[in-house]
């Protein structure tokens, strides 16, 4: 019983965690125009440093998630914490390890 | 059998009447996503063809041979394509480097200049053939090669641009394209992002964006060497963030004054042109990304950043005030002003419209569909210097 109540409240926090649809292609949207205005509509990089899987493979999920949500400061990555959840953001970095933002 | 032929001869000239298309009045409307480019009549409000497949056109620019005929469409994947506005159909096509941002067009016509990121340098094309005639890589410090910025053409066959990385200003003379004769001006100040050069072609501004302020170099007296001006302003504020990068092609001369995007401010900077002082500031709804002069200068039009990027507002230069705000539709990414500046095309992305306005009026004129249009480029260009 209490191995199935974990397990109820795993599947929770990851439907928690998932974007409603809608949110999903705001959020998709966001990535290609407002993210690929700098990191390239492809990702590959622009002025901001490429985003396809390699470049992050070395990158743990709590630093590239408080860098989309805080920005990093001295670049000009700004901080999109006022538009996006954590869980938002944790997604998208999920679609960008993935490579499946297309 | 003479009355046939000259019969003949009659309907085929009035075939070949039928076909004659002026160049003076065409644009292109660059969409996005697709890699298309519209090419369309400004007079009629027409979209004549699409030319396909162009590769990624995110953040593409495109500059107008000196005949008007041909259109060559800088793309982000290096794609460099040379279209003819007469024949609808693509001329030639090369993808010359990994990663670039942009290009211009030489003095006399005859060079294409491209600036690359990846590698990052310069490589300068035959207008004619697109064969590389010469391969300028940004390089500095120790085997470094920096990402190229705001690369425009100048008077005397020059080109100008800046170095991102390296903070660098280059003014390379192409009058030999074998022996491209090179001047570097490091130094200029961190991360310039974008450079315009003055109507006139006689001074190229650099701006920053790793510190406060503009780099400014004289061409007329290059030995000089650049000055930084404005470097004083906005130093001690905190700095909002900057959810697009401003783009200073199309900073707006007029007059006495420079208007130019403040970075991290929702302002206009007006600077005096005389002595390269602020004059005044114009708080606007938004971090600007367009600040651009009605070809009259007596408007200035401004798009902005996300998240405010569904308005425009237009400066009224007589006074320096806010005339109007518009509200087009979902991001607002470019605009382009008729030759003599009686109308203005604005880029509606989401939306997927360009929308036309009347700018005496600030009405509507019309709306014209195009999947995700970023750029509108009118063939005018041509005979700009910087464009």
Known sequence: MKKLSLLLWVTTTAFAGEPTFERQTTLRNQLNHDCGACHGLTLKGGLGPSLLPEALADKPDEFLISTILEGRKGTAMPPWQPFMSHDEAAWLLGILRASSHK | ????????????????????????????????????????NTTEHKRLAKIEKLGDLSHASVVFSRDQRYAYIFGRDGGLSKIDMLKDSIDKRIIQA????????????????????TPGGIKVFSSDTLELVA????????????????????????FVFSLFDAGEIWVTDLTNTKTPVIKKFPNIGKQPYDGLITPDGHFYIAGLFGEPGL??????NVDSGVKRILSDYGKDDEKLPVYKMPHLEGWAIAGNYVFAPAIGQHKVLVIDKNTWELHDTITVVGQPVFVMARPDARQIWVNFAFPDNHQLQIIDVKDLSLRKT?????????????????????????????????????QEITRLPAKQ?????????????GL
């Not at chain 2, 990994?98 to 990121?117: P, T």
């Not at chain 2, 750029?375 to 260009?381: A, D, K, M, Q, V």
């Open chain 2, 215 to 220: 780099a400014l170099l004289d061409l007329w």
């Open chain 2, 98 to 117: 990994g990663n670039s941002i942009g290009g211009a067009i030489s003095q006399d016509g005859k060079l294409i200049a491209v600036s690359n990121y």
């Open chain 2, 373 to 385: 249009p970023n750029g509108i480029f009118f063939s005018s260009r041509a005979h700009k210097i």
């Open chain 2, 326 to 362: 518009l509200t087009p539709g979902k991001a607002v990414l470019h605009m382009e002003f008729t030759p003599r500046g009686e109308q203005v095309w604005v880029a509606v992305r989401d939306d997927n419209q360009v929308v036309v306005y009347d700018t005496e009026t600030l």
């Open chain 2, 1 to 40: 059998m003479k009355k046939t032929l000259a019969l003949l001869a009659l309907l085929l000239s009035f075939n070949a009447l039928a076909d004659l298309r002026a160049t003076g009045d065409l644009g292109i409307v660059i969409e996005r996503e697709d890699g298309n480019a519209l090419i369309i």
């Open chain 2, 135 to 158: 391969d300028i890589p940004s390089s500095y410090g120790d085997g470094l090669r920096s990402k190229v910025v705001g690369l425009v053409d100048a008077p005397g066959q020059r």
